[in-house]
């Protein structure tokens, strides 16, 4: 797609309005005020802008700051901000938030990318309240034309600005430009804000990561991370100091394969047929499944898929993906974002043709992706119950643990498209050897995809196939790929609930 001629008017003097809109991050969140919605998007959002608005706590009431998965805390998610700052997170609740969730101090907003500008373009009254006032982002320099770059991670952010009253951008130098729709001109963001040089990590920093890391060498560590910034080195140093090691690794590609990992990836290899065009989410089994082997030896595959993990763009090069037989962007590898992808994957990406990002409910959107003929979405559940009820947002009743990002979109549009199936990677077992086949899910456990979408589950024990099924043949399918230890209390469970 093309930059909009109405952009292109200004092209000619946007040297001399981008240094009219420079101001401090300081001058620039003066334009917020009580009231106001604030929108930060994925992931992480402009560090200097957060800190600059927290700043301003004692004199804002009642700011609703919606997150979209947040990478840091300025001090809206901690007590002692509240007539302040009121926090809402969407898509991804993650390790920053998810504490302040648990106490009630965070609300949730659960609108899926396809959904989340429908009331609002449509002008539904109940939406009015949710038009973002100012919206916080960060951006490349921009090129020789006035444009700049979202970077590796695009997601929803063009589409917000576009919707927004006023747009704010810290502009990053260390942002890759990629093809499709990943720009914005300066003529369409009111203020920007330069990032100050900074010196690099400390040997203690460095240390610190090394120990969070502590399987790996330090320099295979500065190695996987070498595309980061310092100062974005540190918002990654912040993350881990909260969520961990192990749960931040799979998106830093510094996580080795799980035992269960390597049980489940011969079986989803062999629902990989050649030609097929697929997707797959971040996160813990799927993140591991190129690096396993999954897709090697497969050929002319294509990619439509609205994350990335360790090594998916470098099939590209290897010669697995061409999207020879796409339905949509043929010869393309579409994504929304690179996040999850390592440093030899954003390295690759950058400048590169082969690649398109285009905004997240384009990607994403259940109509988008049913589309694409033969289409294989693969994502990652946390339980399922034997009506095929898949939950991969909370644990134990309603305690949330991330949110549903774009997998319920994905897993519908791909069961939807002609050809396409719909994979859930489910390790038999979670937190102290506890089945994730369950005869019922626990009360107020959140239900990501509904049973009547539920489609091929895969375990270290085989796969479940349950479209087509009934509830009792769903049963034994889940049954008989469940942990031996668990099989027999299930069988037991089942006949209860299935039989007289």
Not at 21 to 31: G, I, P, R, Y
């Amino acid at each position: 797609m093309h930059p909009s001629m109405e952009a292109l008017r200004y092209t000619k003097d946007w040297q001399q309005e981008y240094k009219g809109k420079l101001v401090l991050a300081e001058e620039a969140v003066k334009v917020i005020k009580s009231g106001d919605l604030v929108f930060l998007p994925l992931p992480g959002s402009p560090p200097m802008l957060q800190q600059a608005l927290a700043a301003r706590a004692p004199e804002l009431k009642n700011v609703r700051v919606l997150c979209s998965a947040p990478a840091l805390n300025p001090g809206w998610f901690s007590p002692g901000m509240e007539e302040s700052f009121t926090p809402i997170v969407e898509l991804f609740i993650g390790g920053i938030a998810r504490a302040a969730h648990d106490e009630g101090r965070v609300d949730y907003l659960p609108d899926l990318f396809s959904l989340r500008f429908k009331g609002l373009d449509e002008g539904r009254p109940e939406s009015k309240d949710k038009e973002v006032d100012v919206y916080l982002t960060s951006v490349s320099p921009p090129d020789e034309h006035g444009f700049c770059s979202f970077g590796a991670s695009m997601w929803n952010k063009r589409s917000y600005a576009k919707r927004s009253k006023c747009v704010i951008a810290e502009v990053e130098s260390a942002h890759i430009r990629t093809y499709g729709t990943n720009y914005i001109h300066v003529s369409e963001i009111d203020y920007f804000v330069e990032v100050p040089e900074e010196h690099e990590l400390s040997d203690e920093e460095w240390q610190e990561l090394y120990q969070i890391f502590f399987k790996k060498e330090p320099a295979e560590v500065k190695a996987k991370l070498r595309v980061y910034t310092p100062r974005a080195l540190r918002v990654v140093l912040e993350v881990l100091r909260v969520v961990g090691g192990d749960v931040a690794a799979p998106h830093l590609g510094l996580d080795e394969p799980t035992e269960a990992a390597r049980g489940i990836a011969p079986y989803l290899k062999e629902l990989i047929n050649d030609c097929d065009t697929f997707q797959v989410g971040v996160g813990r089994p799927s993140s591991f499944m190129v690096k396993l082997g999954v897709f090697n030896d497969k050929v002319d595959l294509g990619i439509h898929s609205e994350m990335g993990c360790p090594g998916l763009p470098l099939l590209v090069r290897d010669g697995v993906v061409t999207g020879k037989y796409k339905t949509l962007h043929p010869g393309k590898a579409v994504f929304s974002t690179f996040m999850g992808c390592d440093a030899d994957d954003i390295e690759f990406v950058a400048d590169n043709p082969a690649f398109e990002q285009y905004d997240s409910d384009y990607v994403a959107n259940i109509k988008t992706v049913a589309m694409n003929d033969n289409m294989v979405s693969i994502n990652n559940g946390l339980q399922i119950d034997l009506t095929g009820q898949i939950c991969s947002e909370t644990q134990f009743g309603p305690r949330m643990i991330n949110g549903q990002g774009g997998q319920t979109e994905t897993h519908i549009g791909a069961l939807l498209a002609r050809g396409g199936r719909a994979i859930t990677l489910l390790p038999s077992t979670a937190l102290g050897e506890m089945s994730t086949i369950v005869p019922q899910l626990d009360k107020g456990s959140l239900v990501t995809i509904p049973r009547h979408f539920a489609d091929t589950v895969v375990t270290e024990y085989g796969v479940a196939q349950l479209l087509d099924k009934t509830h009792r043949e769903r049963a034994e399918e889940l049954i008989a790929v469940a942990h031996p230890d668990h099989r027999a209390e299930l069988r037991k469970e089942a006949r209860k609930l299935f039989w007289p």
